[in-house]
């Protein structure tokens, strides 16, 4: 039995991030830019969550969604680890790759200051990590542009379409770096060789409703993120002037390696919510430690046959082992 179960919850705001075990597979060359949106469209051709922010820095991508059905939101990062795999197993002609680290982090939202602080946090990420001095200059893949044109309402969203990336189209890359020319050569390859189309829409304030935010007040809570996002690039900037260091800037951002060698932070203990209120943050731990104890007291049952055991209705049941030891004859 895994240490902890999954919890998730309908109608909730989760930060979404899984990180690489050792290389750099989210580069910031165009035709990663690329894949990446229209691997989002393809698993959210059945609108499995309702997604609001994302952005993929190098080794992680953070995406902040509103889940609907706790299966599907579980499918939703699963299908996207699975399709950037295979589709860099291609480009790079391998026939074994394993790119990501353990289970993704899958973090409650639990008030609308802590989401707001998240989604500041989402894209400052570029300048914290030193990679650029501000969001609009880090040339990774990000749903910065599609937040600026959402400003005003609950509903604003924004819709692109984006092939469907069959693997056998995926050419193998000449090299694991790449020269802008070569890099737009792959976009037309994948372009021309993918006719069918899904639609990928991204709903910025979404989110906003499950917090109560009033479309009237729409604007000025985006105001507030907006302004959260200047501190923490500025303080990241005051703090490479004190330490000496720079940015590494978008033109070596987009030179990289794909895969190349990274060492990734040390393994923090993971969370599984975040509040700015001590009520809600216990309320949800003790929730969850009480569904843990549940889900450990039927696994044991079941695996003592006790077949009939009712589980909780938002546990993910793990396989049963067999029950007896067949012999050949």
């Known amino acids: 039995m895994p240490k902890t179960r999954k919890y998730i919850e309908s109608g909730a705001v989760y930060e979404l991030c899984f990180r690489a075990r050792t290389g750099l597979p989210l580069v910031s060359y165009q035709f990663l830019n690329f894949i990446i949106q229209c691997v989002l469209a393809r698993v959210q051709r059945d609108d499995k969550v ?32 699975k399709k950037i795999t295979d589709i860099i197993k291609r480009l790079l002609g391998r026939d074994y790759l394993e790119i990501w680290d353990g289970d993704p982090s899958v973090i409650k939202l639990g008030d609308l200051d802590a989401a707001k602080d998240r989604i500041a946090y989402l894209y400052a990420n570029p300048a914290q990590d030193n990679l650029e001095q501000t969001i609009e200059l880090f040339p990774g893949a990000s749903s910065w542009q599609e937040y600026l044109a959402c400003q005003s309402s609950l509903e604003d969203s924004v819709s692109k379409s984006y092939p469907w990336i069959r693997l056998p189209t995926v050419p193998k890359l000449s090299a694991a770096c790449m020269l802008e ?13 993918n006719a069918k189309l899904h639609s990928l829409t991204r709903h910025p304030n979404a989110w906003m409703k499950c917090f109560g935010v ?27 002037i004190r330490d000496g260091k720079s940015v590494l800037g978008a033109k070596r951002l987009k030179s990289q390696p794909i895969m190349k060698t990274h060492t990734p932070r040390k393994k923090e203990r993971k969370i599984f919510i ?56």
Request: a neutral charge; charged letters at 25%; hydrophobic letters at 40%.
């Open 214 to 240: 009033k479309d009237s007040d729409v604007n000025r809570v985006n105001s507030q993120i907006i302004t959260r996002l200047r501190q923490k690039e500025n303080i990241a900037r005051e703090a490479r």
């Open 50 to 81: 309702i997604l609001c922010h994302d952005i993929w820095n190098g080794s992680h991508p953070h995406l902040i969604v509103v889940s609907k059905d706790a299966q599907q939101l579980v499918n939703f990062y699963s299908e996207v680890q």
């Open 274 to 329: 975040i509040s700015t209120i001590e009520e809600i943050r216990n309320e949800f731990i003790d929730k969850m430690r009480s569904f843990q104890m549940i889900c450990w007291d039927c696994y044991r049952r079941w695996k003592n046959g006790e077949f009939s055991v009712k589980w909780p209705p938002a546990a993910f049941k793990p396989p049963l082992p067999p029950t007896i030891s067949v012999f050949a004859t």
């Open 181 to 193: 020319k070569e890099d737009l050569e792959v976009v037309d390859i994948l372009l021309n060789k």
